[in-house]
């Protein structure tokens, strides 16, 4: 069993930032790519952004411009930074470690943006 573990979920005012974090092992980290992923109540799990070890980093079309993912090898963590948060924004949001075929998903971490 991958344990990814998160945190930094909160509830924030529109407008707002928030910073995630994930980490995870580091023979998972240093070879799988890292994403983050959000489910609002009665909604698909979509992708947020991801960061290949490789390849661009990809952003969902709703956040470009307000959202960045990183990573940290030496920590092997990788986090988002979510700034100019709207309502919209509100779900769980989910660490996913991806490789072929494999995906290992953290616990999820509540973000609500409201006033």
């Known amino acids: 069993q991958v344990q990814l573990v998160e945190s930094g979920g909160g509830l924030v005012q529109p407008e707002g930032s928030l910073i995630l974090s994930c980490t995870a092992p580091?023979?998972?980290?240093?070879?799988?790519?890292m994403g983050w992923y959000r489910q609002a109540p009665g909604s698909q799990r979509e992708l947020v952004a991801d960061?290949?070890?490789?390849?661009?980093?990809n952003y969902a079309d709703s956040v470009k411009g307000r959202f960045t993912i990183s990573r940290d090898n030496a920590k092997n963590t990788v986090y988002l930074r979510m700034n100019s948060l709207k309502p919209d924004d509100t779900a769980v949001y989910y660490c996913?470690?991806?490789?072929?075929?494999?995906?290992?998903w953290g616990q999820g971490t509540q973000v609500t943006v409201s006033s």
């Open positions: 996913d470690a991806r490789r072929g075929g494999v995906a290992h």
């Open positions: 580091g023979d998972i980290f240093s070879r799988y790519t």
């Open positions: 960061i290949p070890i490789y390849l661009p980093i």
